[in-house]
């Protein structure tokens, strides 16, 4: 089965720093995109970056760049999401998310969600 | 950037109603369009993708149509699992993918 499966709740005071995983099983790692995805409290989804496992390159939206950073480590098939100095306002709940490509078609998907990880950030 | 918007932001509906749901692109992306579900609680379901094709798994209720800047979804007879936010998203810019604000269907 492939699934995503995402790290715990979070509970983190501002200022902290702070790396949530998520470990995808049941497919190759290396050959697909994973995503990160936030909703915050009653809001919609925001896309914020992406990574493919096989090379690292990264991409990340203009509203997160340089606010978070995406890696991942291919060795055990884990991506993460880290901030290294927490604001309240990055509460929220985070997904990762696979991006299946058709490499025929061009068309492209996220068709594997992880279930989420809730970061709260209060002092 | 491709920006997306989304009509209704909410839409009050019955069950068997034939629902419709509106994603308009900031410019032209072809059919490179996604289609998801989302329960309270949950982590979003893909419905839809390559703005027409049913993702496997997903009732035929659920339809989608369009290309360029304007996609619809359409769910033919509102069922109680149903009632859920809905999001498009767009591909174009592969691999980056901006979702739409969200249209939430609830119940009248």
């Known amino acids: 089965e492939v699934q995503l499966v995402q790290s715990g709740a979070e509970v983190k005071k501002p200022g902290e720093s702070l790396k949530i995983s998520c470990k995808g099983s049941g497919y190759s790692f290396t050959s697909y995109w994973i995503g990160w995805v936030r909703q915050m409290p009653g809001k919609g989804l925001e896309w914020m970056g992406i990574?493919?496992?096989?090379?690292?390159?990264?991409r990340y939206s203009p509203s997160f760049q340089g606010q978070v950073t995406i890696s991942a480590d291919k060795s055990i098939s884990t991506a993460y999401l880290q901030w290294s100095s927490l604001k309240a306002s990055d509460t929220a709940m985070y997904y990762c998310?696979?991006?299946?490509?058709?490499?025929?078609?061009?068309?492209?998907?996220?068709?594997?969600w992880g279930k989420g990880t809730t970061v709260t950030v209060s002092s | 950037d491709i920006q997306l918007t989304q009509s209704p932001s909410f839409l009050s509906a019955s069950v068997g109603d034939r629902v419709t749901i509106t994603c308009r692109a900031s410019?032209?992306?072809?059919?490179?369009l996604a289609w998801y579900q989302q329960k309270p609680g949950k982590a979003p379901k893909l419905l839809i993708y390559?703005?027409?094709t049913l993702q496997s798994g997903v009732p035929s209720r659920f339809s989608g149509s369009g290309s360029g800047t304007e996609f619809t979804l359409t769910i033919s007879s509102l069922q109680p699992e149903d009632f859920a936010t809905y999001y498009c998203?767009?591909?174009?810019?592969?691999?980056?993918?901006?979702f739409g604000p969200g249209t939430k269907v609830d119940i009248k």
């Open positions: 410019q032209g992306i072809s059919s490179y």
């Open positions: 390559a703005a027409s």
């Open positions: 990574i493919y496992p096989g090379d690292s390159d990264t």
């Open positions: 998310a696979r991006l299946y490509y058709d490499i025929l078609t061009g068309y492209a998907y996220m068709d594997v």
């Open positions: 998203q767009q591909l174009n810019s592969y691999p980056r993918g901006t």
